[in-house]
C-alpha cells in the first residue's frame, strides 16, 4: 500500500497499530468498504477479494 501511495507512513501506536492514510489510499478504504456493504458480507469470499483488489490496483496505480 506504500508503493502504491495509499499510506503516508504506518506502524505501532499507543493505542495497537496505526495507519496514516494518504487522500488516494482513503477513498481506496472508502470505495472497498462500500464494495463489501453492496455485496454482503457472506459473498465476498477470496475469489471476490482478489478481483477487487486487482482491480483497485489497477485503478489507484494508473499512470493517468
Given amino acids: 500500500m506504500v508503493k502504491t501511495k495509499w499510506v503516508k507512513q504506518y ?3 499507543a493505542n ?3 495507519v ?3 487522500d ?3 477513498l481506496a478504504m472508502e470505495a472497498l468498504g462500500y464494495v463489501i456493504e453492496d455485496l ?3 459473498n465476498f469470499n477470496q475469489q471476490v477479494w ?3 483488489g486487482t482491480l483497485a490496483n489497477m485503478e489507484f ?3 493517468s
Fill in 11 to 13: 506502524g505501532p501506536s
Fill in 16 to 18: 495497537g497499530f496505526e
Fill in 20 to 22: 496514516d492514510w494518504t
Fill in 24 to 26: 488516494r489510499g482513503k
Fill in 40 to 42: 454482503g458480507r457472506e
Fill in 50 to 52: 482478489w478481483a477487487v
Fill in 61 to 63: 496505480t494508473s499512470q
